[in-house]
């Protein structure tokens, strides 16, 4: 996010009516909103929905925010407490028990192997899917610590404050979070320990065969990203270096879908919301 003083700039001008400030706002906010909708409910369109829902919050609220304080957690605040009462997302029901079961399956043996270029696409999409998968089989509780404090970077005082936990709870539910994420990934996953029988390409063919992956539902592996940020050909140049369970669970910088700006602009821009009501047209 940009820097806290710019936020609040934005946010005082969007309080006291100014549409374009209020719009800016938005767009500065939306790709870290979504990404965290991402990381939490797995699927680009529960994400999608949402931080649309997240942002409309935030505009609603704005009154209520006091600029002494940190915009950027007070941002935080309402889309984790969104999140964790959001409904369960399309992909929430998976487990460890049930990522391991999949990945021990013997081959058949005729499961189809594409071309390169394509053998990376679908290795890359199994590799985000799988990583993806092992924060949705931590309860909502774990994963919203450890998403905020080793996935997005907060410290852990700030994560607590954003969480409205105390340090010491903040720190045990980060440190659970972490035991369960490295028993899995000490046992099962290739990435993280190249002695482990489980390689992402092995995976393409039977997910191809069972229909899990199909070259036009490629979720994560063709995903926007953001300018500057993890690229996906960055990704693939790192992965196989990485050692910590938290840079096996990251993911290139998503970004926000194009449509959710361009519908939260036209809320912006409509006589819905009453601080807004004052601005006048720019020329």
Same mark, same amino acid.
């Given at each position: 996010?940009?820097?806290? $003083?710019?936020?609040?700039?934005?946010?005082?001008?969007?309080?006291? +009516?100014? *549409?374009?400030?209020?719009?800016?706002?938005? $767009?500065?906010?939306?790709?870290?909103?979504? *990404?965290?909708?991402?990381?939490?409910?797995?699927?680009?369109?529960?994400?999608?929905?949402?931080?649309?829902?997240? %942002?409309?919050?935030?505009? &609603?609220?704005?009154?209520?925010?006091?600029?002494?304080?940190?915009?950027?957690?007070?941002?935080?605040?309402?889309?984790?407490?969104?999140?964790?009462?959001?409904?369960?997302?399309?992909?929430?029901?998976?487990?460890?028990?049930?990522? &391991?079961?999949?990945?021990?399956?013997?081959?058949? +043996?005729?499961?189809?192997?594409?071309?390169?270029?394509?053998? #990376?696409?679908?290795?890359?999409?199994?590799?985000?899917?799988?990583?993806?998968?092992?924060?949705?089989?931590?309860?909502?509780?774990?994963?919203?610590?450890? =998403?905020? +404090?080793?996935?997005?970077?907060?410290?852990?005082?700030?994560?607590? &404050? =954003?969480?409205?936990?105390?340090?010491?709870?903040?720190?045990?539910?980060?440190?659970?979070? *972490?035991?369960?994420?490295?028993?899995?990934?000490?046992?099962?996953?290739? =990435?993280?320990?190249?002695?482990?029988?489980?390689?992402?390409?092995?995976?393409?063919?039977?997910?191809?065969?069972? +229909?899990?992956? &199909?070259?036009?539902? %490629?979720?994560?592996?063709?995903?926007?990203?953001?300018?500057?940020?993890?690229?996906?050909? *960055?990704?693939?140049?790192?992965?196989? #270096?990485?050692?910590?369970?938290?840079? =096996?669970?990251?993911?290139?910088?998503?970004?926000?879908?194009?449509? %959710?700006?361009?519908?939260?602009?036209?809320?912006?821009? $409509?006589?819905?919301?009453?601080?807004?009501?004052?601005?006048?047209?720019?020329?």
């Amino acid at each position: 996010m940009r820097e806290n $003083s710019e936020l609040v700039h934005l946010a005082t001008a969007a309080v006291a +009516g100014d *549409r374009f400030a209020a719009e800016n706002l938005l $767009s500065a906010l939306q790709d870290d909103i979504y *990404r965290l909708s991402l990381r939490m409910l797995g699927h680009p369109q529960d994400a999608e929905d949402a931080a649309q829902e997240i %942002l409309l919050i935030i505009l &609603t609220h704005l009154g209520s925010f006091r600029a002494e304080s940190n915009l950027r957690t007070w941002c935080w605040r309402i889309a984790s407490h969104h999140l964790m009462r959001a409904r369960r997302g399309r992909l929430e029901r998976v487990t460890f028990e049930s990522i &391991t079961e999949l990945l021990d399956r013997e081959p058949e +043996g005729n499961e189809p192997r594409p071309p390169e270029p394509e053998m #990376q696409a679908f290795a890359l999409e199994v590799r985000l899917r799988c990583t993806e998968a092992m924060l949705l089989a931590l309860d909502r509780n774990l994963r919203i610590a450890f =998403v905020l +404090g080793e996935i997005f970077g907060l410290s852990g005082e700030e994560a607590a &404050t =954003v969480l409205e936990l105390d340090p010491a709870t903040y720190r045990k539910r980060l440190s659970r979070a *972490r035991e369960r994420l490295l028993g899995f990934l000490r046992a099962q996953c290739g =990435v993280f320990d190249p002695e482990n029988p489980c390689r992402c390409e092995k995976q393409v063919g039977p997910a191809l065969a069972r +229909g899990q992956l &199909t070259p036009e539902a %490629l979720l994560l592996a063709t995903h926007p990203t953001r300018p500057g940020g993890r690229a996906i050909d *960055r990704l693939v140049r790192e992965v196989d #270096q990485l050692l910590r369970v938290a840079e =096996v669970l990251r993911h290139p910088d998503y970004a926000a879908p194009p449509g %959710l700006l361009a519908h939260i602009r036209s809320l912006v821009h $409509s006589e819905r919301f009453e601080l807004l009501r004052q601005s006048e047209p720019r020329p």
